[in-house]
């Protein structure tokens, strides 16, 4: 059975960074698209980041362009999220997900499109 694993949560000032992680173990995640999602109190869970298989290819959600890199590591297996220049905005339960039929990254950014996710870590931006 395919699991993820968040980690690289925490508390952060705004205009700090943070580098979260997610994890895979039962699967190769370097085959599969991953994305990572956020969900703030009382919102909708939103897509932020995902990224293709190879690592070449990425989208974003438009408040975090030039701010958040997705990124891999296929021999760690795990697929990164830098998150820099963070506001009190950003402040949020981030989720990755992935999916093996997913290969078009227009519809990267949307939950229905992906099968497995992790269980969450918990982004606090906050003077």
């Known amino acids: 059975q395919p699991h993820l694993v968040e980690s690289g949560g925490g508390l952060v000032q705004p205009g700090g960074s943070l580098r979260l992680s997610c994890t895979a173990s039962?699967?190769?995640?370097?085959?599969?698209?991953v994305g990572w999602f956020r969900q703030a109190p009382g919102q909708e869970r939103e897509g932020v980041a995902c990224i293709g298989v190879g690592g070449t290819s990425t989208n974003y959600e438009d408040s975090v362009k030039g701010r958040f890199t997705i990124s891999r590591d296929a021999a760690k297996n795990t697929i990164y999220l830098q998150m820099n220049d963070l506001k009190p905005e950003d402040t949020a339960v981030y989720y990755c997900a992935a999916d093996p039929f997913l290969n078009n990254l227009v519809y990267g950014l949307s939950q229905a499109e992906y099968k497995y996710w992790g269980q969450g870590a918990q982004v606090t931006v906050s003077a």
């Open positions: 039962g699967f190769g995640l370097g085959y599969w698209v």
